[in-house]
């Protein structure tokens, strides 16, 4: 198994991508809820 078939290139690059997708919606979400947060201390002053 020296050689990638282009299957296995593909589907390499689409967990790549899959990964990345993934970690930018997890920092989107982190960052709402850090935004939310912050909204919410300054109502409370």
Do not use: P, T, W, Y
């Not at 050689?3 to 919606?25: G, R, V, Y």
């Not at 709402?32 to 909204?39: A, G, P, Q, T, Y």
Request: aromatic share 6%.
């Amino acid at each position: 198994m020296g050689h990638s078939s282009s299957d296995e290139i593909f589907f390499e690059h689409l967990m790549k991508e899959f990964e990345l997708a993934e970690m930018s919606d997890i920092i989107k979400e982190v960052k709402e809820m850090r935004n939310s947060l912050v909204s919410q201390r300054k109502k409370e002053e």
